[in-house]
């Protein structure tokens, strides 16, 4: 009762928004409103996590185990709008927001339980002062809150940023656009583990094989990977 009164009194001060509408939210929804749910195209990646179109990209690329996204990804449409807030608009908060909703829902299916660790995507030095933060450091902290999973963030740097992979038109040019983007700097943290990859949006695969690649460089390593949203051809 505690928490329904101080929830409720704290929503009346300062009401929580849908992040996709804005919408006020009711005291029993949480991150999006039942409208903006009910619409949203989720994947059905987390029934099948070990074989869907996502985990495929990633087959012979490296040792990846299983793979989901929470909803299809599409630009400028109305769910785009979580992505665009959180990583152009400063809503740093909003991704543990969402990292929770992405635990709470692959949790029950048991997508978490041979999982040691969770490895955002780094981001460069340069980028994280820009930005302030790291979006996929942020949608890692709210799984972490969830599951209780250790976030590696110091096992890989990011080398190099060229262009955003939203400028690149092909998958040939997105995956020359992230070679040797990434360093693995700590091998022996993650040696004989099951890491679990965090990215926003998945579209060719190609920064989470160049990330998945360096750390696959590892002995006896295990990946999985987990994004917000992922592109639907």
């Known amino acids: 009762m505690r928490t329904s009164f101080w929830t409720s009194l704290f929503d009346l001060i300062v009401p929580r928004r849908c992040a996709i509408c804005s919408n006020r939210l009711a005291p029993e929804e949480s991150l999006l409103c039942a409208d903006c749910e ?49 990583k152009y608009h400063g809503q740093s908060l909003l991704g543990e927001d969402i990292g929770e909703q992405l635990a709470l829902r692959h949790q029950p299916s048991g997508f978490f339980n041979d999982i040691d660790a969770i490895v955002p995507i780094p981001i460069t030095k340069e980028r994280q002062r820009e930005r302030g933060y790291n979006q996929s450091m942020q949608v890692a902290r709210g799984i972490s809150q969830v599951t209780r999973l250790p976030i590696f963030d110091k096992v890989i740097k990011r080398q190099h940023f060229s262009e955003s992979q939203t400028h690149q038109s092909s998958t040939w040019e997105r995956r020359e656009n992230v070679r040797e983007a990434f360093q693995l700097i700590d091998a022996n943290k993650i ?43």
Not at 212 to 221: F, N, S, T, V
Request: proline share 7%.
């Open 38 to 86: 009910a619409e949203l195209e989720k994947t059905p990646f987390r029934e099948s996590p070990y074989d869907n179109p996502m985990a495929r990209l990633f087959w012979g690329q490296f040792p990846i185990e299983k793979a989901s996204a929470w909803f299809y990804y599409r630009p400028h449409s109305d769910p785009s709008k979580m992505i665009y807030d959180l």
């Open 191 to 233: 040696k004989g583990k099951h890491l679990l990859i965090i990215d926003d949006i998945v579209t060719t695969g190609a920064t989470v094989i160049a990330c998945g690649q360096e750390l696959a460089k590892a002995e006896g390593i295990k990946l999985s990977v987990l994004s917000i949203g992922y592109t639907k051809e």
